[in-house]
Structures are given as structure tokens and as C-alpha cells.
């Protein structure tokens, strides 16, 4: 029997009616704050992940799925290597949305000399070799937004604060939430942080796991994150990025929090939170829901070097991403409903019949033309298990058609839940339904 991949899970029923709704919402959101949406392919040449994301990085090292034809495959393992392939033959499944949407807006020109931003967001699936568990899949989905060419401040606390209320929206309370901030400094003063958590971590290289000695080199802020106890104790102890701002990073830094005290939105400052990309500078922010045991649920910040490290102009840029299925188990844990209501169902039934068949699909494409949700027996049921099914489906109306009503061109309106039964002309049933749904 054909299964689907390990780490990988079908959306379908309830589960993609509660992505639906999270894309719902987010367009709607998104949308009042000037953002339009996009969607880059799955299929990238590696490069765009290299070049963005960072050769260092866990992302781009041991999670990023490759993709080769069949050819390609067969010449490597011919030859060995697949130094010989052009870049355009190096391709690998986004792995996250940043790298891509930039890369299209590099491509495509988003954002002329002189022009406004670019405000941009997306609902789609990603793909990382991870070793699958809860939260934790080969393919996830994620919705995200990229804000291109807006240096201001401003913009940070902006994105910060639609993302909090899209939290708010799917149903979150404040309390449910914990926002971390923090600067992680830009080209002016983070090479010289950087090489000071370097040298720190060599001077306890003897004290720290073989991972965190190899990101002294590689990605040293990287062992901020470290899953190790021991590691963790000892990089408490290390310089921290808010201690080493230059002038102008410090500036931007509180005004980014002057905007959110004024918008009354709640924050901890974390000096060790850093983004597990390279591309990231300044303002980084992530967002954990609180007692759902599932860490993070949403992150991002500022990447204002991104656009020149995939071929454009200079151009500021800053984003963030949320994460379906990890919102998902974190909705559940706080009890809340993830999926919202299925829309008011209508059920057309009716007895034996030609003329009857007949008429509930005239009935039915009517009803549907008006917006109405309707179903309809397309099995030969009998009438006592049309309203069995009618049940089932959960639908708040019965329309009734029998070979009495055909003739007399009205039809009867059941109420699924007292049972009560009112006779309504074929002419007025779109009204009388339309009113009644609401009611009911």
C-alpha cells in the first residue's frame, strides 16, 4: 500500500480548514497593512540558500534537501562529485520563505531606485531533513511576510505588532505569549562581537560540547542556542550583543522599543536570542507560547545585507514567519479551537422519483448560486437515510421535495434541530434560507 513519507502529513478535513482559516486571516491582516501576496517555487538553485541563508548554518549543512534528475544522479555517481554540475543544476527545496521571495525581488525589480517598498507575504510549504517529531516535519507550512526597503524603525515595530495581533486573531490571549527582542547589530559593529563570542568560547573550548567548539569557527552566536545544559550555563557567561551596539544600532534598537511601549505591546529583552540564519542584523524577535511545551511558534527580524548577498542593489529588509502545525498543537495545548466553524449547511432531500430527482438539482444549483452550502443524496437513499446523512453533514436546514410538492412548485423546510417544518414557495426559498441560516 502506497504511504506517504515519514515526516510528512495530508491536510485534509479539519486540519486544512484550520490552514484556511490561519491564510484567511493572515490576507485579511496582512492586507490592511499594505502587504500583497506571492508565491516563489518550491525549486531553487542552491546557491539562493547559500548565499542567504548561510554555508555554516545547520539549515544549509544538514537539513536542506537536494534535488537531482535522474541524469544528474547517474553522471554524479559516474564521475563522483558533483563539482562538474552549473549552478542552474544545483537545486534544493526551500527550506524557509526569506531566501527565495528575495531572490524574486532581485530578479523581478521589486523595489526601483527611489521606489516605495515592497510589502510581500506567503502561505507555503517548506522542507528540511529534520528527524521527524512533534512540531518537527519535512514538510511544514509556514505563513510569512517580507517588508523590502524600509530601514525605518518604525517598520520593526510594525511587523512585531501585526504579528502579535495575528496571534490575537487566531485566538491567543496575551497571556498565552512571551515576545523576546533583542539587536543583533549590523555590519558596522557585529564582525567584532562576533569574534569576542569566538574567542570566548575557545578560551572553554575544553567545557564545551564537540557542536559548539565547531560553531567557533563557523557560526559562533550559534552556540547561544545550544541544546546542551553545560554549554548553555557557560555562554551566560558571554559577551552579549546589546553590550557591543555601535551608536547607530543602539539608536535603532530603542527606538524600536520606544514604538512598541507606545503601542502597549508586551516584550522581554533577551540579550542571548539570536536567528538561527545568517542574514539576520539588528532587530531580531521570536515568540514562544507559553505552557504549550513547544518552544517557538514564530520569529524573525531584520536582514538588511540580504538583497546584495543575492546579486540587488543595497536595500533594507525585514520579515518574519509563523508556523502552522507548531500554532496548531500550541492552540490545542491552551484549549483553544484551531479549526473554527464549518460553514451552514443546507441538505436537499427527496422521495422516489424522477421528477423529484429532477427538481433537487434544479434546487441545488440555485441554493449554490446564492453562496449557500448545499448537499444532496447522489446514492439512490431512501428518504429516512437521506435524513441520516442530512445529520451527519451537521446540516441546520432540510429541504423536503416530494412528488405533492413538485406539483404544487413549493418545497418543506425542515428545522434539523426542533424538527419543526414550514411549507415554502420554490420562488422565495432562497430568501427564507438565507434568513433562517443565520437563525438557526
Known sequence: MAQRVQGTEDLFGDYMRAWQRMSDIARDLFGAYGFDMIETPALEQVDTFVHGIGE???????????????????????KGTEKYLKPRQRMAMRPEGTAG??????????????????????????????RPQKGRLRQFHQIGVEWLGASDPAADAECIIMLMEFYKRLGFSDSDLKLSINSMGDAACRPAYRNKVRDFILDHADEMCEECRERAELNPLRAFDCKNDHCREIMASAPLAPDNLCDECA??????????????VAYVEDPTLVRGLDYYTRTVFEVEALGAGIGSIGGGGRYDGLM????????????????????????????????????????????PGVTERDAVFDICLMLRNAGIHTEADYQGRSLKSQFKQADRLAAKLCVVVGAEEVAEGVVTVRNMATHEQTRVSKDELVNYILTNLAEV
Open 101 to 130: 521571495v528575495v531572490r524574486a525581488a532581485v530578479e523581478h525589480n521589486f523595489v526601483p531606485q527611489g521606489a516605495a517598498p515592497a510589502k510581500l507575504w506567503y502561505a507555503e510549504a517548506m522542507f528540511r531533513g529534520e
Open 308 to 351: 546584495e548577498l543575492e546579486g540587488g542593489r543595497p536595500t533594507p529588509g525585514l520579515g518574519f514567519a509563523v508556523g502552522f502545525e507548531r500554532i496548531v498543537l500550541a492552540l490545542q495545548a491552551k484549549g483553544i479551537d484551531p479549526y473554527g466553524e464549518k460553514s451552514s449547511c443546507v441538505y436537499v432531500a427527496h422521495t
Open 56 to 78: 555554516s548554518t545547520d539549515v544549509v549543512r544538514k537539513e536542506m534537501f537536494r534535488v537531482f534528475s535522474g541524469a544528474l544522479l547517474e553522471g554524479m555517481l559516474e
Open 251 to 264: 539608536a535603532h534598537y530603542d527606538a524600536v522599543k520606544k514604538y512598541l511601549d507606545a503601542a502597549g
